[in-house]
């Protein structure tokens, strides 16, 4: 059986779970998710916790357990506590700043570049070399991250871009100058 899958998820004090078939609505103090599921899968909530079981022991099945657990259990922590993505900027005169609701960053194109905030999902600058990207949905706070590195993604000789925090980029070693 799925180590995942059969763990019990449990349900914070401040947050309600409703289960309507296959559809799964979780209410918290920082928003309200809801995602349809699988028909295979039996999902109930008993005592404080949500409980996802699976008919019959094929591939199929065992994947789709462990996979609905989880993105249970990351509706349920978005909702109580959120995700954050972090992202450095590296490079001399690249920064980055709040203006409004965008964000408007220097990557040493001849135009700034301009990202709104979208729904669900904010941004915070607390240095000119950093960016945290903020919301409930675990997929839409990755997605938005990623699209946010695509705009200047880190060269391996020096190492200027945009990064995750704590990412480490290979770098190469430049031309060397022998002959003539």
Sequence with gaps: MSRIGRKPIAIPANVNVTVDGNKVTVAGPKGTLDSTFHAKMAIAVEGGNVVVSRPDDT???KA???LTRTLISNMVTG??????????V????YRVAKQGTNLVMNLGYSHQVIIPESDGIKFECPDPNKIKVIGIDKQK???VAAEIREKRPPEPYKGKGIR???EYIIRKEGK???GK
């Design 59 to 61: 591939n199929e099945s």
């Design 64 to 66: 789709l357990h462990g």
């Design 79 to 88: 909702v109580s506590e959120g995700f954050t993505k972090d992202l450095e």
């Design 90 to 93: 590296i490079g001399v005169g």
């Design 141 to 143: 706070v990755g997605q």
């Design 164 to 166: 995750y925090a704590g």
């Design 176 to 178: 060397t100058g022998k």
